[in-house]
Each structure stands twice: as structure tokens, then as C-alpha cells.
């Protein structure tokens, strides 16, 4: 199956600072790929999409100041913590759109954890 | 707007009984319906679609419209099957999902 891999797989940082966290799809080209938010004992929270070549749409509630997201390339996707905070704190996990045999599907990376101190 | 309610967060159930994971949506179109599972320490992955009416490991799901529910079932459980479960909407047009809270089942030896 299609593979998603996510760098680094965890950050702690000092509050202030920024933090990239890229999203590589390794084997197939991701026209789209996603970004998620995942607290701890909680779901998975959608928080924008990323078009390859055009800005990203943000989900409701979400800064897009805050959370940059480029997607330079039809394989790189990267999701920016700009003045990062220790409610930032959380597990990132980015997809990409591709398919799986007829069907359309969503790959998933193994997540980035990030730490604010 | 829409919304995917995963009513149990914590499911035990022994080995070799029957297990059902609910899931309910709610959507005004047309919406396609996944469970998504995560084994401990591994990455999310896609167990089954509505779309597609496989079983996969054992496990079926039925896209009931007129209840708009879309639950997980397996006859007989094993071990193998305790993870992390998702429930999962996408919406006719475009990419996006939108997950439920997630059940965590154990299966008891």
C-alpha cells in the first residue's frame, strides 16, 4: 500500500518558538493532503486541507496565522506551528488522498508528536 | 453540518464473542462511510468502506440510511482485535473525513 511518512516524529521545542513538521507521500503523488490534530484520549480533528500548488482551506476555529501549511510539490506537505505554545502541545497527524485500487482513500502518517515547553 | 457519534469509548468483549462497535452519523447528502482501526503503536488504517461491501478480518459494516448508522460487527472475536477504532464520514464532494471519538476494544483471552 501507499506509504506516508512524517518528520520528526517528535519535537519539544521552548514556547515562542516555531516548529516544521513535513508530510512525505513516498510512493504516489497526493494532489491533496490533510492535516489532523489528536489530544490525548480524543479523536482525530481535521484541521485543513492542502491543495498542491494553492493555499490551503482551513477547517472552522482553526488559525490559519498559526498552523502555515505549504504544499510545494505533488509529495511534501508541511504544516508550520508559528509561535508555539504549550496549548499547541499535541499529536499531528497528517494523509494523503491517493487510491487504493477503484477506490479513493486516505494514507496516514505516523504522527508527529509536539511538546511545548 | 455533519457528525460521526461513536457512543462507547471503552468496549470489552471475551474471546469468541460476538462484537459490535456502533457508529451514527449525521449528514444531510449522500455520505460515504468508513471504520478506520489503530493497533497499538501503529499508524491509522483503513479496515473497511461502505462502498466497497467487503469483510475484512471478519469484520462487516452495514450503511443503515434510515437509522444513519454504520456499525461494526464480527461473529467471533480474537485477540488480535483490540485496537483503537474510528468511524468515518467523507462527503460526496471533496477529500475531506471527518472521524467519531473512537472506540477502544479489548478482547479478553
Known amino acids: 500500500g501507499a506509504v506516508v511518512s512524517q518528520h520528526p516524529s517528535r519535537v519539544i521545542c521552548k514556547s515562542g518558538t516555531s516548529v516544521k513538521i513535513e508530510c512525505r507521500s513516498l510512493d504516489f503523488q497526493a494532489t491533496t493532503m490533510f492535516w489532523y490534530r489528536q489530544f490525548p484520549k480524543q479523536s482525530l480533528m481535521l484541521m485543513a486541507t492542502?491543495?498542491?500548488?494553492?493555499?490551503?482551506?482551513?477547517e472552522q476555529g482553526v488559525e490559519k496565522d498559526k498552523f502555515l501549511i505549504n504544499h510545494a510539490s505533488l509529495t511534501l506537505s508541511t504544516l508550520t506551528v508559528t509561535s508555539a505554545h504549550p496549548e499547541d502541545s499535541s499529536f499531528y497527524i497528517c494523509?494523503?488522498?491517493?487510491?487504493?485500487?477503484?477506490?479513493?482513500?486516505?494514507?496516514f502518517g505516523p504522527g508527529t508528536r509536539l511538546t511545548v515547553l | 453540518a455533519q457528525r460521526v457519534t461513536q457512543p462507547e469509548k471503552l468496549l470489552s468483549v471475551f474471546k469468541g464473542a460476538p462484537v459490535e462497535l456502533k457508529c451514527n452519523y449525521s449528514?444531510?447528502?449522500?455520505?460515504?462511510l468508513f471504520w478506520y482501526v489503530q493497533y497499538s503503536r501503529q499508524r491509522l488504517q483503513l479496515l473497511l468502506r461502505?462502498?466497497s461491501r467487503e469483510s475484512i478480518k471478519g469484520f462487516t459494516a452495514d450503511l443503515n440510511k434510515g437509522e444513519t448508522s454504520f456499525h461494526l460487527k464480527k461473529p467471533f472475536a480474537q485477540e488480535e482485535d483490540s485496537a483503537m477504532y474510528y468511524c468515518?464520514?467523507?462527503?460526496?464532494?471533496?477529500?475531506?473525513?471527518?472521524f467519531g471519538t473512537g472506540t477502544s476494544l479489548t478482547v479478553i483471552p
Open positions: 494523509s494523503a488522498a491517493g487510491t487504493s485500487g477503484l477506490y479513493n482513500e486516505q494514507f
Open positions: 461502505h462502498i
Open positions: 449528514y444531510s447528502g449522500s455520505p460515504e
Open positions: 492542502s491543495n498542491e500548488g494553492s493555499k490551503a482551506t482551513y
Open positions: 468515518a464520514l467523507s462527503r460526496n464532494t471533496g477529500n475531506q473525513f471527518y
